[in-house]
């Protein structure tokens, strides 16, 4: 479990759609989420999804997951100057959570 | 109150100091965490609380000692710090710190060690 791993940057314009990946080891994770973190700030759960679905969509904000490959991917639709943050992907198992390394995001008005 | 509240925001000490981290929430979680950031990396664990006893230590050195007075408050006591323990501490709560549980994140102690 504290194998997760993110692409490091990704830069998009402003109403486009932006797409952050993150990989993850741990086959018995129950539970994979979705953090933001602003500047200077805690972290923020964005949404979560549990390891018996494929998809979930929240406004916004769609997570797929890919329990054979353990892909987890996060899409923003509609991105917007104020989403640029670095988000973090996590696994859990039990109360042990495991963060990836934080993908950047950086959104050009 | 959906807040988790961290004191003091900034600290620096010595390697001779001792000093503490508070954190507090009025939310009735029962599951409080401690977290240690280091810049562009992501959070690591350090402790778990569960209904105010330990119930994850990650290895964590004996110079960091945490403490659960009641389930609203968590301190960690730090003392001998090294500088390489310079971080974002970060406190975190959830309702019974199942893994659906949403943890919920103070803003952070920014700790600096001289």
């Known amino acids: 479990g504290e194998d997760v791993e993110q692409s490091l940057f990704l830069s998009v314009r402003e109403g486009d759609s932006s797409v952050i990946n993150c990989t993850y080891t741990?086959?018995?994770?129950?539970?994979l989420y979705w953090y933001k973190q602003e500047p200077g700030a805690g972290l923020q759960l964005l949404t979560y999804?549990?390891?018996?679905?494929d998809m979930k969509q929240d406004q916004r904000l769609t997570v797929l997951l890919n329990k054979k490959d353990k892909h987890l991917s996060l899409r923003i639709a509609d991105t917007q100057t104020g989403d640029s943050a670095i988000y973090f992907c996590a696994e859990a198992s039990f109360n042990k959570f495991y963060f990836g390394s934080g993908t950047k995001l950086n959104v050009k008005p | 109150d959906t807040e988790v509240t961290q004191t003091p925001k900034h600290l620096v000490m010595g390697m001779t100091n001792k000093k503490s981290l508070k954190c507090e929430q009025h939310?009735?979680?029962?599951?409080m965490y401690w977290y240690k950031q280091k810049a562009k990396k992501p959070p690591e664990l350090m402790f778990v609380?569960?209904?105010?006893?330990?119930?994850i230590n990650e290895s964590v050195p004996s110079r960091f000692s945490p403490e659960c007075p009641n389930s609203s408050l968590l301190n960690l006591h730090l003392h001998a710090l090294q500088p390489e323990d310079s971080a974002l501490y970060l406190c975190?709560?959830?309702?019974?710190?199942?893994?659906?549980?949403?943890?919920?994140f103070g803003p952070g102690t920014r700790l600096t060690v001289l």
């Open positions: 939310m009735g979680h029962r599951a």
């Open positions: 975190a709560s959830s309702h019974e710190g199942r893994p659906a549980d949403e943890q919920f």
């Open positions: 741990d086959s018995s994770s129950t539970y």
């Open positions: 609380y569960s209904y105010e006893k330990l119930s």
């Open positions: 999804i549990f390891s018996n679905m």
